[in-house]
């Protein structure tokens, strides 16, 4: 068999057995589902008791380790066990949405007089530095678990330092369920977290 002849051959055998698979692809019905991207919704937050505190704060991003810096949706899998959905992402870093969502809730508690992120670098009297340490679906729950301190910049004393924790169910375990769970969670944090810096006192300046 000649080199023209050998190659003719395998054009062939190449293209039938793109065929092939094109078919055993078309028969199984399977196509790979479009990526998804869910934003935090805001839930409702009580005004800061006493007013607003003076100056400036800054929310950093939050803190996360391990596969809480992943954007998939993390979800419990058995006692031990976690996993991110395929597919389903946050659309941004746990620790940029909460970052973000903290702002947007002190802003509309009129919890400080300015609040900030640290890109901005306005001088600022506040700092609130959080950990995540729960994010996840667990059956037909969420579960969100949150370390915050606000300390003044300046002398770098704690302020409040406290560690909050809210289950909410996720209806029939769905993703957008869970989405709004997770939404429902993080605001009841945000509340209590206002309702703690009742007892907030300015530093001194």
Known sequence: MTHHSRLKSWTRRAACTGIALAALAA???????PDSYYRLSQSDVPSRAGGMLP????????????????????????????????????WKAPGVVLQDSLV?????????????????????????????????????????????LLRATRSGAPLLLKTYRHEVPAGDGNIP???????VAVGQVWTDFIDDLASVKPPPV
């Open 27 to 33: 028969c199984s019905g399977q196509t790979t589902p």
């Open 55 to 90: 100056g400036t704060v800054d929310v950093t991003p939050f803190r996360a380790d391990g596969m809480l810096n992943d954007r998939q949706i993390m979800h419990r899998d058995g006692a031990i066990r976690i996993a991110g959905y395929n597919y389903h992402y946050w």
């Open 104 to 148: 947007d809730a002190l802003r509309r508690a009129n919890a400080f007089q300015i609040v900030t992120t640290p890109e901005l670098r306005l001088d600022r009297a506040y700092e609130v530095v959080g950990r995540i340490r729960r994010f996840e679906q667990d059956g037909a729950q969420v579960v969100v678990e949150v370390e915050l």
């Open 177 to 183: 369920a869970a989405v709004d769970a997770f939404g």
